[in-house]
Every structure is written in C-alpha cells, then in structure tokens.
C-alpha cells in the first residue's frame, strides 16, 4: 500500500546517500554517469580521451592534470568522510589511469585486457632469431661499461622499440589483436632493454 511504497522510497533515498565506494561511483565522480551506467569504469572515458592506442600524449597529461586538481583530498578536506573517502579513491584511479595510458606497454595491455584477451604468462618469444637477439643484446649490456657502447646499444634498443610500437598501432587499426599479442611480447622485453641500458648509463 501506500505506506510500502513510500518506505521503499525513504530507504531508496537512505542507501543512495550512503552509497559503496564500487568502480561504478568513481568512474560517475570522475568521467560522464552516461557513459558509466552502460560501459563501467575506463580509464580512456576517466581521462577524457578517445579510446585508441594512437593518443595525444601532451593532451592526456593535460587532461590528467585537470581531474587530479580537480578531486585531489585537499579540495574536499571541510567535506563529509563520504566525500573525502570518495576523493581520495578517485585520486588514486585517476593516477592508475595515467600511469597505464601514458605509456605504450601498458596501454596495450589494457587495451587487449579489455577486449578480453589475457597475456601469456611470461610473454614468451617463440621467434628463435629475435630471442638470440636480445640475449646478445642483454650480454653486451652485461659486459661492457663503455658509455658510447652502451649510446650505441640505447639507440638500437629504441629504434627497435620505437618500430614495435608502430607495429602496435598498425595492428590495432586493423583489428588484428593476435598480432597486437605478438608486439606486445616484444615490446615488453625491449622495454627491459631500453631501462637497463639507461639505468646502467646513469649509474656511470
């Protein structure tokens, strides 16, 4: 009767204002309640760019830096706990999403996540020629600590890392994830290269 029906609205109202920190409320903090309500939490919707492994990466450091402004905890430090709670949630997906968006192996990897596809445990490289490569390459930067040997490693490493990525975003484009797989193996062990090189050259 009438009294139920507005019992069940009181408590609607109740539980709305006491609402649990999901993925569902911080992505509704953050990106458009439309977009959350049907697609869930994204971090290409929370930073407000297209969801594509072809990014403006100046436009997304610009974008990240609005929405941590935005819900950093201090902003709401006179606010309710809720609120405070929700911030500091929000701060910390929002950072997440940067950290993963901003750089190309891990953009890739969530791309593939989100459409289903899990890596391979390890990312192994089956291509016998490759993996010799990069072994020689991981011995070269073992024994030598020549600064122009090690330039010249850091410049091959990268012009190989730099063509993985286009790989990437030639695959995407053509919607050929298997191959996205692939590169993404790749990238992942050129990736290691490139930070031994650098972390090597720097400690010289």
């Known amino acids: 009767g009438p009294e139920n029906a507005m019992k069940r609205v ?21 990106a458009a309640r439309s977009f959350c309500e049907t697609k869930g939490e994204d971090y290409f919707s929370m930073l407000n760019m297209p969801k594509s492994f072809s990014i403006d990466l100046k436009q997304l450091e610009t974008n990240y830096k609005k929405l ?4 950093h ?8 706990k809720q609120e405070q709670a929700e911030a500091e949630l929000a701060s910390s997906s929002i950072n997440q999403a940067y950290a993963t968006l901003r750089k190309p192996l891990e953009r890739a990897r969530y791309m593939l996540k989100h459409e289903g596809i899990e890596e391979d445990e390890g990312e192994i490289i089956t291509d016998p020629g490759l993996l010799m490569e990069i072994m020689e390459i ?7 600590d020549d600064q122009a040997s090690l330039a010249h490693l850091l410049e091959g490493s990268t012009r190989q890392y730099d063509e ?18 692939d590169k993404v193996s790749m990238l992942s062990y050129y990736t290691t290269l490139v930070s031994n090189i650098q972390t090597k050259m720097s400690v010289e």
Not at 68 to 71: E, I
Not at 73 to 80: E, F, I, L, N, R
Request: contains cysteine; glycine residues 2%.
């Open 10 to 30: 009181s408590t609607s109202l109740f539980t709305s204002r006491l609402r649990p920190l999901t993925a569902w409320n911080i992505c509704r903090i953050v």
């Open 138 to 144: 991981q011995e070269q930067i073992a024994e030598t």
């Open 73 to 80: 905890p201090d902003q709401y430090a006179t606010k309710s």
């Open 68 to 71: 941590q402004q935005k819900h």
């Open 164 to 181: 993985i990525v286009n790989d990437i975003v030639d695959a995407f484009e053509k919607g050929d994830l298997d191959k996205v797989k």
